[in-house]
């Protein structure tokens, strides 16, 4: 028997899901009684299951489960008797609180906060940098009421999803998220935040609420955004103007002034900073920000780097199973899109632990292609082909080894 081959002794999936520490799944489950009624299927059971979906990119509950079930042989490793019935799944993704896959993300966040990226970001001289966005999930459905009018060719008004998000600039992961249905405007997540003192915060003019911004105020956090075109505003000071430099760049003009707000029925103002930059392009962009303290290159810049979410949007998106839904269920939906910033945050961690240059989307091919291999993961993303070499080393001819040692050719 060739003895000459080398293998691990998990796939792929199983080394990923130990990145998931089972004891705390289970204090999940107590705490949110999710196996109560789902003994066929408890959580940690329905937690493999969806990671296998996932990171296949299955497009429904059938592939996943005759995925599974072609494994049979494999699932021992993954602590499964046998694969569970499709049925059997759906139920589950019906019926089991969501918010046990909330909890599960945000242990993952808080377990692993040192692989997280904490690359500081070229450029930005603070550290504490939270960019806020909102992406919208479309699909053809009543259930979640979407935005604007009723198509014109006599279908189904687009329903959706919106997921609210908050990430730390230098995470490169959600770090809280609320879902509601499309029609709910950006602004209303704002009142959803706990944040600390000193915090900064950028994000888009959808988020302009003028009461918001002088309650961050009076308790020192600072925010960064765009300015609206209809913003009625009274200017206290000029700092600088190069308006009428032709070929002037950058910081055009910084302006000290003053917006009018109502509360409470009571009349209010707002002191701001209104900054004018032009980018190397040509393009023209008009910031305001409570923070009297860093530069106007410094405003401009912390704007840019409100591009990082849109880059998490594009990686979610992209990467993993959101164009096609596993249950017709609000609940269901709300499942996969927390197993899907699930899947994203272990990438994320495995990216840092194998000390790899590969890219996001070249390890998540490399998990999918290899799912259910016995190759060590964190060697194989490090060094290829040599990690494959050293597995599948090829087999000693004895008789051969013998007669080289006695000095026959």
């Known amino acids: 028997m060739d003895k000459g081959k080398k293998f691990v002794g998990q796939p792929i999936l199983a080394q990923i899901i130990s990145c998931i520490p089972k004891n705390e799944v289970q204090l999940i489950s107590k705490a949110h009684r999710s196996d109560r009624y789902y003994k066929k299927i408890p959580l940690q059971t329905h937690l493999i299951t969806l990671l296998y979906g996932v990171l296949s990119c299955c497009t429904g509950l059938r592939e996943i489960c005759e995925g599974m079930l072609v494994c049979e042989g494999k699932l021992n490793h993954l602590g499964l008797a046998k694969a569970p019935a499709r049925s059997t799944l759906s139920d589950a993704n019906n019926k089991r609180h969501w918010t046990a896959f909330e909890s599960i993300y945000y242990m993952l966040l808080k377990r692993y906060p040192s692989f997280l990226s904490d690359s500081r970001l070229k450029g930005l001289r603070i550290n504490n940098l939270k960019i806020i966005d909102s992406t919208t999930l479309r699909l053809f459905s009543d259930l979640l009421r979407g935005v604007g009018r009723n198509p014109h060719h006599g279908g189904r008004k687009k329903g959706g999803i919106k997921v609210h998000t908050m990430m730390d600039a230098f995470s490169g992961v959600a770090g809280f998220i609320r879902m509601t249905e499309a029609k709910v405007h950006d602004r209303k997540f704002l009142a959803h935040l706990t944040l600390e003192t000193g915090r900064f915060l950028v994000f888009d003019k959808a988020y302009n609420v003028y009461r918001q911004f002088a309650q961050w105020s009076s308790e020192q956090i600072w925010f960064v955004t765009r300015m609206k075109k209809n913003a009625v505003f009274h200017v206290r000071k000029v700092i600088t103007d190069k308006t009428q430099k032709k070929k002037a760049k950058g910081v055009l003009k910084e302006q000290y002034i003053t917006i009018s707000y109502t509360e409470g029925g009571q009349p209010n103002k707002l002191q701001l900073r209104r900054i004018t930059y032009k980018d190397d392009r040509g393009r023209v962009y008009i910031f305001i920000t409570n923070n009297f ?33 596993w249950g017709e269920s609000e609940n269901a939906i709300r499942i996969q899109v927390f197993w899907v910033l699930i899947a994203q945050v272990l990438m994320v961690v495995i990216k840092k632990k194998s000390e790899t240059k590969r890219s996001f989307t070249s390890i998540l091919t490399v998990v999918r292609l290899h799912i259910m291999s016995y190759i060590e993961l964190f060697d194989f993303l490090k060094d290829t082909y040599q990690a494959w070499r050293s597995s599948h080393s090829p087999p000693v001819n004895t008789k051969i080894g013998i007669a080289l040692s006695l000095g026959f050719n």
């Open 293 to 325: 303290k860093i530069t106007a290159a410094q405003v401009a810049l912390i704007y840019k780097h409100r591009w990082m979410i849109e880059i998490l949007f594009k990686q979610v998106k992209q990467n993993f199973p959101l164009k096609y839904f």
